[in-house]
Structure formats: C-alpha cells, structure tokens
C-alpha cells in the first residue's frame, strides 16, 4: 500500500504553478513521474503523490527537477490567471479513476503520435540520405568517365606528338642527304671546270707561241672573258605575326580547349536564357527584370544580415532565369545562415550542375559550392558525406588551409575522437 504524500506546498504567478514535494531518498533515476494536461503523478516506492490540477497547464513547457530528498515541478498555464487551488474539488474516487484513466489514454495517444512521427521523419532521412547518396555514386561515375577520357586525349595527344617527331627527323634525314648531294655535285662541277680551265691554258699557249712565231699581236685575255656583275641587296622589310586570342589565361598545353569553348557556351546561352515561368513584368521595376542586378542586390542584402530578404532576391532572379549557377551558390550560403540544411543541400548540387564542365574560369565557384554543401551535410550529421565533399574542394584548391583544418576536423568527428579546439 503506497504512502500518500499530503505534506507538500506550492506556489504560483499568472503564467506558472510551483510545487515542491518531500521524498526522502528520491533519486531522478528511480522516481516514476507522469505529467498530463490536468493530472501529476510521482511514484518513489512507498511514496506516492498525485494531484488533478485546477485547470490545465502545456506539458511540453513545464519542467521537474529531482534532487536532494525533493520534487520540484515548474508547471507553464495554459490560459493566465491565479488559481483558486492546487487540485480539483472532484474528490470522489471513481471520477478520479476516470480522470486518471482518460489522462493515460492521453498520454499514450501522444506517444504514438510521436512515434509515428519519428517513424516518417527516419524514413524521409533515410530516402533523402539514399537519394544523395545515389547523386554522389552518379558523380563520382561521371568523374570517372571524365578522368578516362582525359586519358584518351592525352594518349591520343602524345602519340600525334611522336608521329610529328618521326616527320621531323625524316624530314632532318632527308635534308642531309639532299645537302650531301649537293655538296658532291658542287664538288664534281669544280673537278670539271678545273679540268676545262687546264685545258683552255693548254690551248692559249699553243696559240701563243704560234703568234709570236709569226710576229702577231695577241690579247692576253680570253675574249668571252666579262666582269662579274654583283647584284643589288634586298630590301628590307617587316613581317606582321598575328596571334589566335585566348579567352583563358590558361597556356594552351595545358588547357582544355572544348571543355573551355562549351563553357563560354553554356555561359552565353545563360545569360540569354527566359523562363516560361517569368512573374508579371508589368509589376517589376526595369531594374527587377535583370537576373544580375538581383543577384547584386540580394548579395547586399546577405552583407547586411537580411538573409529572408536576400533568398527573396535570389528567388526571383532564378524565376527570370535559371541558368546561372551564382544565383544558386548565393542562395545557398543564404540557407545555410538560416539552417535550411536541405535546401542548401539542393542548391549547392544545382550549382554544381550548372557549373561544368570543370575549367579554371569556374573553380572558384565549384570550391565555394562544395565547401557549402559538406557544411550542410555536417549539419544534419552526414559527416561521411561532408568530407566527400571537402575532399572534391581541397582536389580543386589543394593549398586552402581553411578547408584543410575543416576536413581534418571532420575526419576527427568520423574516427571518433574529439577535434583540436
């Protein structure tokens, strides 16, 4: 038979009730206490102390604090005013077993409810955590393809590269021996002309002498004999060289020639780009119908703390045109302030999508898009696929140390040990 505690006191203002209750050897870890809208229970063995309240209170923001041979009850009023009493004047027992009775069916309802919540919000995460995990699978394949057809080209690139090195080298070959030839042709022409020179000296002597015998004056020069004749210098002049204009800054052996080019590509038509689903016009001002003008002012609005204000900017922007990845990223960041974790879980992977293909122009904002998403992730306690996702950034910018500590902590968090403040 438990022992009914009657030697408690209580106290109140408008908005709350206190009530302190004597148990001897009461410990937070063996008391039984039940809290309804209008029924407390508090059950140590043999002590048993209940009470139906005067008016109903709101259970979730009503506390109890066990400790030191006494139950202390914070209990929040539904509607303000004073008590006029602790416990209803309905005393007979069987409606107390009555109230008793519908304030644990109550009680057992909620708990249900509860569950039943818990239960569809454990499925929503693991589906979402499915999906993600599903959209990195996908872009860890496409990486992969990526990374393959890098290969190729570049396969295909030095063997173009040893092809044009065997032309050169047969076309050196054929140039020496073109210049031997020559070389042996000159050499045989000045043989022959050294052996027509010969013979004509043969010739003039034999006619020399022949003329001298018959008193003769003779030329001492042949006749066909002509001064060479040197002829002029060439002009001078200047040659114009004109260079194919890089959009990159990037040297060409070692950039991405089609990836930059479809870049360039997706960026025009972005900007060029009208949604079907454009707000009225007639309500913007000329400044609203401009996605950058948008994405300015809702960068200003971030700046100022106004993150609402800031998402409303981006918003529209994207509702005037939903190819530019900056809308998104700045969305993001805006969502993240506000831990809107899944919406800055989508927007960053939109980002991403519009942010390809990976050339320098976009790295910057690729970085800012992972570092964005693996923060969110981490949020929501995701952390395996959070550091998937500083892991991406850090291959983009190795040398961020920020992002490096970040990862290092995350990698902490995993492993189960505690992360250097």
Not at 92 to 115: D, G, P, T, V, Y
Not at 161 to 176: P, S, V
Not at 189 to 211: A, F, G, I
């Amino acid at each position: 038979m438990p022992l009914q505690v009657r030697d408690y006191t209580w106290d109140q203002v408008e908005s709350q009730v206190f009530i302190t209750v004597p148990l001897k050897g009461v410990r937070a870890g063996k008391a039984d206490i039940f809290c309804i809208e209008d029924y407390l229970k508090v059950n140590f063995p043999p002590f048993l102390f209940e009470v139906m309240l005067f008016a109903s209170i709101d259970e979730s923001k009503s506390s109890v604090k066990v400790g030191n041979d006494v139950v202390i009850f914070t209990l929040c009023k539904k509607e303000l005013g004073i008590w006029e009493q602790l416990a209803t004047t309905e005393v007979s027992k069987e409606k107390l077993q009555k109230r008793r009775e519908k304030a644990i069916l109550a009680a057992q309802e909620k708990a249900q409810e509860a569950a039943k919540e818990k239960a569809v919000k454990k499925r929503e995460n693991e589906k979402y955590s499915l999906e993600k995990m599903m959209k990195i699978e996908e872009c860890n394949r496409k990486q992969i393809e990526e990374l393959k057809e890098q290969e190729r080209s570049k396969a295909t690139e030095e063997l173009e590269q040893w092809k044009q090195q065997k032309h050169e080298e047969e076309k050196l070959k054929r140039k020496e021996e073109l210049k031997r030839a020559k070389q042996k042709i000159e050499t045989e022409k000045r043989r022959m002309k050294k052996e027509e020179t010969k013979l004509q000296n043969s010739d003039s002597q034999t006619s020399n002498k022949h003329s001298l015998k018959q008193g003769i004056t003779a030329n001492m020069f042949p006749e066909n004999y002509s001064d060479k004749i040197i002829p002029a210098p060439r002009s001078a002049g200047n040659i114009q060289i004109q260079f194919t204009p890089r959009v990159f800054p990037t040297a060409l052996r070692e950039s991405l020639v089609p990836e930059e080019e479809e870049w360039l590509r997706k960026q025009a038509e972005a900007r060029q780009a009208k949604n079907a689903n454009i707000p009225d016009l007639k309500d913007l001002k000329e400044e609203e119908k401009n996605p950058d003008w948008l994405k300015d002012k809702g960068n200003k609005l971030f700046a100022s703390g106004d993150y609402l204000a800031a998402i409303n900017a981006y918003n529209l922007g994207i509702q005037l045109n939903n190819k530019l990845p900056a809308l998104y990223l700045n969305r993001a960041a805006s969502h993240l302030k506000l831990r809107n974790l899944h919406k800055a879980i989508e927007d960053s992977s939109k980002a991403l999508d519009l942010l390809t293909p990976a050339v320098p122009d976009n790295a910057s904002s690729r970085l800012k898009a992972h570092v964005r998403r693996g923060a969110a992730f981490c949020e929501l306690e995701l952390y395996v696929e959070g550091l998937q996702d500083y892991e991406a950034a850090l291959k983009i910018d190795p040398s961020n140390k920020t992002v490096q500590d970040d990862a290092e902590k995350i990698r902490q968090v995993i492993q189960g040990t505690p992360p250097d403040p």
